[in-house]
């Protein structure tokens, strides 16, 4: 959709669209009853294409979870296939990372997506925290622990890539 929410759109065409009947009731002129079935059928089509259109902020903040999930049953190429093929040394970081601390649970607490369509290719940026629940009782990683991430990305050929990442302690005091 042109914004991220239609649902107010389509709350005022079904208010409306009640209205438009409520004169109906009254007057009884059909042209009345014809606008008040096309204003909630307007509605109708309004909310079925906020359901199927995915804007590209959606999109990021619907690909963070899917990552996470994907740690958790060890299904790393997915979030490798995520990342520019030339960031040879992110991927080497990530891969260090997940060997240290053998992450059982992921669980993203918070995603703020940012996205920049004005730019040539499109780029966002996406700051997340990120729970890791470990199992290594090898690593001196603690067992549960918080990363905030803010990650770069950029849409190339209509894929959104990530282009870099950088990992911190979070500093909940700290304005976004």
């Given amino acids: 959709m042109l914004y991220e929410s239609s649902w107010p759109l389509v709350v005022i065409c079904l208010l409306g669209g009640i209205f438009f009947f409520y004169l109906w009731m009254q007057t009884q002129q059909t042209f009345l009853l014809g606008l008040s079935i096309l204003v909630c059928a307007g509605a109708g089509g309004v909310a079925v ?33 995520v990342l520019d093929p030339h960031l040879y040394q992110l991927r080497e970081d990530i891969e260090k990372v997940i060997e240290q601390t053998q992450p059982e649970r ?32 090898k690593s001196h990683m603690p067992q549960d622990m918080l990363a905030d991430i803010r990650v770069l990305l950029q849409k190339k050929s209509g894929i959104w890539r990530i282009i870099d990442a950088d990992g911190r302690r979070p500093d909940f005091g700290r304005q976004r």
């Fill in 49 to 81: 294409l906020d359901y199927v259109v995915e804007t590209d902020r959606e999109h990021l903040q619907a690909l963070f979870p899917r990552l996470a999930r994907a740690v958790e049953r060890q299904e790393y190429e997915a979030v490798f296939a």
């Fill in 106 to 137: 992921v669980l993203i607490t918070y995603c703020d997506v940012a996205v920049d369509d004005a730019n040539e290719p499109p780029s966002a940026i996406v700051d997340i925290v990120v729970r890791v629940a470990t199992s290594s009782s």
